[in-house]
């Protein structure tokens, strides 16, 4: 077992791996809390540098299964932005100590990450769900280096910017950790359809200033480039200066009696920038592969629940497992003791059989169609994106990533510019089809896409050389659900020259036969067609 203080060698410098650990003082352990620990792992820093993340892990009392404690990875919600704020740090609010008590009550080996840029070096990236989800897997890894008997079997669990990064995590965890075994995110009170969430909260002047609206702005402030001087009064800039370094308790009495009129925050959406910085903190509306709860309060002044709705049909529409739960008369933090059915939900998903993975059998239209709705929008090409890097065990906003996801928005802005005839921002079956008869020798689309290919050769290309051998290739394939000998074979198909090397020319060649006959035997299918 690692005791404490033990500060391990620093050799394997793989996503989870356990650097430290010690005693968490009798002071932050929840009830029910036979053991507890403060944890230093590696992460992944979202431009993919290396970085060490701190957080907690709590050890129920009595004696473990047979087949060791199933875990809880639990997302806190909003602490505040400054190291001194973490929960392994100050300590769990009341709150969510009583909450994480009650899991390990009922028998779950319970870990809290503090989050990047929290407790650790480096700013914390408020609200990128993104950077916070490998957060949350990652410490599930290393609470099975602690010592004690784990179950492979675990559940996200997140509450508030805490259910943000659960659904976030429930996107990826699958795919991140395939050595442990995912069971399914509960999401309480997650600030989803964050756009709509600001418009409604800062459409009036005379609005109350919701709590975690400084938090978002100081936030996207120090790793978006907000500049919030250009809009905000003084008074508004002050209180994004003290949302840098104050808990929430001083920010809930600093916003108690101001106004969007006050701070500058009236229609907030409107204002430069701001809605692709929104837009870009949204969580897409694709399919998970395990299920979801949700759960949201009527009386909830931080999330509308016409947000919840909207986002609760869009991933049951793209073919998710959810189960949405309605608390009247919740608030906000009330949310944590109101959903006494997670307990019983979580308890279902654990003991079920694990589900076999298989690649959604999909055709034509519908494999551009990753979320199921019945037409291609820029999120069908951001999930593309996103799930191809994570195949590839690339950071999410690392400089390779960055240019494959960019890649894939670039190919979407070309489709739309020829398919979207009515200007609508989606693409349906029938728009589609008749930009396939009247564009088929459209020179400019190879100029397009050529973006998206040069992007996937640097992806995979990991001796440098400008092309992909057959050993490059079948690495990048097998990440994305292909057998070493489904990927042989589309190498050999991509290999027009029989050079033994993809090159880029290649792959603009596949990319444009499948995007104008998307069938899955066409070997450029893979770039869209098996993340499912």
Avoid at 38 to 64: H, K, L, M, N, T
Wanted: glycine share 10%; with cysteine; charged share 20%.
């Amino acid at each position: 077992m690692i005791t404490a203080g033990t500060l391990l060698p620093d050799t394997a410098f793989r996503a989870g791996t356990l650097m430290r650990s010690e005693d968490l003082p009798a002071a932050f352990r929840p009830a029910h809390t036979a053991a507890a620990y403060r944890v230093w792992y590696q992460g992944v820093g979202y431009d993919g540098s290396g970085r060490i993340v701190s957080g907690s892990v709590f050890v129920p009392e009595g004696d473990a299964p047979a087949d060791g404690w199933p875990v809880v990875s639990y997302a806190h919600g909003t602490t505040g932005l400054s190291d001194s704020t973490a929960p392994s740090v100050a300590g769990l609010s009341r709150p969510e100590a009583r909450h994480v008590g009650m899991w390990l009550h009922a028998g779950y080996l319970v870990t809290v990450t503090d989050y990047e840029g929290l407790a650790s070096p480096g700013p914390h990236p408020y609200f990128n769900g993104e950077a916070a989800a490998d957060d949350v897997v990652d410490i599930v890894r290393a609470a099975h280096q602690l010592g004690h008997r784990l179950s492979p079997r675990w559940v996200a669990v997140g509450f508030s910017q805490g259910g943000h990064a659960a659904l976030f995590t429930g996107l990826m965890a699958t795919k991140y950790a395939p050595e442990l075994d995912f069971r399914g995110t509960v999401a309480l009170a997650p600030p989803v359809e964050l756009p709509m969430i600001i418009d409604l909260q800062t459409a009036d002047d005379t609005a109350a200033v919701t709590l975690f609206l400084p938090y978002l702005l100081a936030g996207l402030r120090s790793t978006r480039g907000l500049a919030t001087h250009d809009f905000m009064t003084g008074l508004g800039q002050r209180l994004i200066e003290l949302a840098e370094h104050a808990p929430v308790r001083d920010i809930h009495y600093a916003v108690a009696v101001l106004t969007n009129q006050d701070i500058g925050t009236t229609g907030l959406s409107a204002r430069p920038g701001i809605d692709a910085m929104l837009s870009a903190c949204r969580v897409p509306s694709a399919r998970f592969d395990q299920p979801v709860l949700l759960a949201a309060g009527t009386a909830d002044a931080v999330l509308p629940m016409a947000a919840v709705d909207h986002y609760a049909a869009e991933i049951r529409r793209a073919g998710t497992d959810i189960q949405l739960v309605s608390c009247a008369g919740a608030d906000h933090t009330g949310m944590l003791s109101a959903a006494p059915e997670v307990l019983a939900w979580v308890a279902e998903r654990m003991s079920a059989a694990s589900r076999p993975r298989t690649p959604s059998a999909r055709r034509g239209f519908g494999l551009f169609d990753i979320t199921g709705d019945g037409y291609l929008t820029i999120d069908d090409y951001e999930a593309f994106g996103l799930r191809l890097v994570q195949a590839f065990g690339e950071a999410p906003g690392s400089p390779r990533a960055t240019a494959v996801r960019e890649g894939y928005r670039a190919l979407w802005h070309s489709m739309a510019a020829r398919a979207d005839t009515n200007r609508d921002q989606r693409i349906t079956a029938t728009e589609f089809l008749i930009w396939l008869e009247t564009h088929w020798d459209d020179e400019g689309f190879d100029r397009e896409i050529t973006p998206l290919a040069q992007a996937v050769i640097d992806l995979a290309d990991t001796d440098r050389n400008g092309v992909l051998d057959r050993d490059e290739f079948i690495a990048l394939l097998t990440g994305c659900d292909h057998s070493p000998a489904e990927a042989s074979a589309l190498f050999d198909r991509l290999d027009i020259d029989h050079s033994d090397t993809i090159t880029t020319d290649e792959l603009i060649t596949a990319i444009r036969h499948f995007c104008l006959d998307p069938t899955p035997d066409k070997p450029g299918a893979w770039l869209f067609g098996r993340f499912g």
